[in-house]
C-alpha cells in the first residue's frame, strides 16, 4: 500500500473517524511498528510535515530516519538511459533500491520547481521512488499535491462541523513569492468528497488544474464566496496557466476581519506557515475562529493512520 493521492483512500468519512481514535489514544499501537523503520526524504525545506510524521511514527512504535537532499547526500539523477557525464552522481534506480534495504517505508517531499509544468505534473522525484523503491511509499507533499495535508484538514473540518450542510471557502490570497498548487489542489480533491456546499475564490486567471476543480463553483467576487462561508481555508498559489508566475499580487485579497464579517462565524484555517498581514490580518490569526494550530496538530493524527494502515497491510 502506498499514500501517494487521496485516491488512495477508500473511505475518506472512514478514514477521519479513525483518526479521530487515535487522537483519543495515540499510543494504542506503540507495538505495531516495533523494529520497522520509517525513512523521511526531502527535496524541500519542512517543519510540520517532519516533525508530525516524525511524531506518528514514533507513536507507533517506529525507528526514524531522515536525510535533507537539500544539503546532504548525492545529487539525484531521474531520467531513463541519462548519459551522467555532468552534475548528477547517482541515479534514482540505485538510491531507490538501497534506501529500501534499510527502511520498511519511504515518505518523500519534494516541490514543485514552477518552470516545467510538464516535468511537475509528472512528478518526476515521486514517480521515481514509485518506480524503483520496494517499499510502500507516502507523500509528504509532491509537485501537484499534499493529500497529508489535506487528511489532516477533513479531521478538523469534522471536529468542528457544524449542525447544517457547511459552506466552505477555499480563498486565494497575495504572496511574494510563486508557490506550488499542491496544497490547494488536495484541499479541492477532498472537499469535492464532502458533502458540502463548495466555493473557490481567485482572481480572474488564477484558475486551478481545471481536471482537478471539475464540478467546484468558482466566484471572482471574493466578498460574495464569503457571505455565510463556515469554514474560510486561505492559501496562495502561483499562475497555472502562466505556469509559475506571479501575474496577480492584489492586497485586496487579503483576508481580514471586515471580510471574515460578511460569514456565518466562520473558522479560519490555513496549512502554515503563514505571512501575516499578507495572507491573512493578525486580527484574523489571532482571533477565536482561528483554527490553524489545531489544524497543525492534526497533521500529526493524519500521518499516523496513514502509517498505521501501511503497517497493517504488510503484516
Known amino acids: 500500500m502506498n499514500y501517494i493521492s487521496l485516491e488512495n483512500i477508500d473511505s475518506l468519512e472512514k478514514w477521519v473517524k479513525q483518526a479521530l481514535k487515535i487522537k483519543k489514544k495515540p499510543l494504542k499501537n506503540k507495538k505495531l511498528g516495533k523494529n520497522k523503520t520509517l525513512g523521511m526524504l526531502f527535496f524541500n525545506p519542512s517543519l510540520r510535515t517532519r516533525l508530525s510524521t516524525q511524531k506518528a511514527a514514533l507513536n507507533l512504535g517506529m525507528n526514524v530516519m531522515v536525510m535533507n537532499f537539500t544539503s546532504e547526500g548525492w545529487t539525484l539523477e531521474f531520467e531513463d538511459g541519462a ?4 552534475g548528477a552522481s547517482e541515479h534514482i534506480k540505485e538510491a531507490a533500491e538501497v534506501v529500501s534495504q534499510y527502511c520498511d517505508i519511504v515518505a518523500v517531499r519534494a516541490f514543485a520547481g514552477l518552470v516545467d509544468k510538464e516535468k511537475d505534473n509528472a512528478e518526476t522525484v515521486l514517480a521515481g521512488f514509485l518506480k524503483h523503491a520496494t517499499v510502500p511509499i507516502v507523500n509528504m507533499e509532491g509537485c501537484t499535491g499534499h493529500p497529508l495535508q489535506a487528511l489532516a484538514d477533513a479531521i478538523t473540518m469534522a471536529e468542528y462541523k457544524t449542525e447544517h450542510k457547511p459552506k466552505v471557502v477555499l480563498s486565494w490570497a497575495p504572496h511574494p513569492k510563486a508557490l506550488p498548487q499542491a496544497v490547494a489542489n488536495s484541499f479541492v480533491e477532498m472537499m469535492l468528497l464532502q458533502d458540502a456546499d463548495f466555493v473557490i ?3 480572474e486567471g488564477y484558475e486551478l488544474n481545471p481536471e482537478i476543480t471539475k464540478g467546484a463553483t468558482i466566484e471572482h467576487d471574493q466578498n460574495k464566496a464569503f457571505e455565510n462561508a463556515d469554514f474560510i481555508y486561505t492559501k496562495n498559489w502561483s ?3 502562466d505556469y509559475g508566475k506571479i501575474t496577480n499580487n492584489d492586497l485586496n485579497w487579503t483576508v ?4 471574515m464579517a460578511l460569514t456565518n462565524n466562520a473558522k479560519f ?3 502554515l506557515p503563514v505571512r501575516r498581514n499578507v495572507i491573512v490580518s493578525d486580527e484574523v490569526l489571532d482571533s477565536e475562529n482561528s483554527i490553524v494550530i489545531e489544524q497543525a496538530n492534526n497533521r ?4 499516523q493512520l496513514v502509517l498505521q494502515k501501511i503497517l497493517e497491510n504488510a503484516e
Not at 548519459?83 to 555532468?86: C, G, I, R, S
Not at 481580514?256 to 471580510?259: D, I, R
Not at 500529526?300 to 500521518?303: G, P, V
Open 239 to 241: 499562475n497555472y496557466i
Open 256 to 259: 481580514t476581519a471586515e471580510k
Open 300 to 303: 500529526t493524527y493524519a500521518a
Open 269 to 271: 484555517m490555513h496549512c
Open 83 to 86: 548519459v551522467m557525464n555532468q
Open 201 to 203: 475564490t481567485h482572481p
